[in-house]
């Protein structure tokens, strides 16, 4: 396979194939993420996906599904991703399932129908980064978003019958918007209604601006209790949701996970006894991305 600068794909790929039809991510401006800084958003020469395509027809008979790579392959044109999907389906006939990232802006450069469309050729899920519901959150790290656009993209992905799993940053707001950022996080999942919330904690990248933010003073960096705080406001404010909840990334200082809303109580339980000491956290230096 053909694979160009560092490919991140979610946790739950580990064992997709990994197709990568384009570089980088096509927004690469959010000030937190380091991960496309050094990668350009680039649409890769088709025939060179062509040719991974044959290489998985030939090698990969055992893998039922498929992760389209990078940051934000929903921003091809609908045209690129229906030959794409198409193709996929003739010379991988037993993937049953194709996952991609797809930015709230790549999700609305969609209609419903080609949403719909894209489903129907075998698309399945779609991995979203919300990051905060607080608008004042998301203005600060340069997102691009607000709660509104990012809650209108998420339900057309749920009303396409797609998976939405959406990604969330406790820490994201600092010391000074912490409470917000928890609470308004929670009242935007509750208007998406995805079926997967991942909840990830922030770690400071050097080449990113907010490292800069927190060198010259303008960030503050909230501590291991707060953020285990601010889980705590994000669950307890979670309400009328069917879904998935992870937050046993990498990152975590609490790993958990449960199904909503039947884990809601015994997980806010664990994380209250973490908060009291009663259970032990992740040390720092075993955190990572
Ligand atoms: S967080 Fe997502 S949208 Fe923002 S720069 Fe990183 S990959 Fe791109």
Redesign the pocket.
Known sequence: MHYTGNIIRPPSEANSIILQVTTG?S????T??G??KEQPFTIKDYGIVKQDLEFASNHCKNQKRLFLAD??VLILPLKKLITLLSDIKRTLPWVNKVSLYG?AKAIRSKSLTDLQELKALGLDRIYM?L?SGCDEVLQMVK?NETSTSMIESGQRVRTAGLFLSVTVLLGLGGIQLSKQHAFQTATTLNRMQPNQIAVLTLMILENTPLAQNITDGSFSLVSPIDILKELYHLLENLNGLRCQFHANHASSYLPLAGRLPKDQTPLLEQISKAIKGSIETVPEYRRAL
Not at 27 to 30: A, L
């Open positions: 991510c927004h690469n401006k959010c937190f993420c991960a496309y940051g934000d930015s980064g990051e997102k």
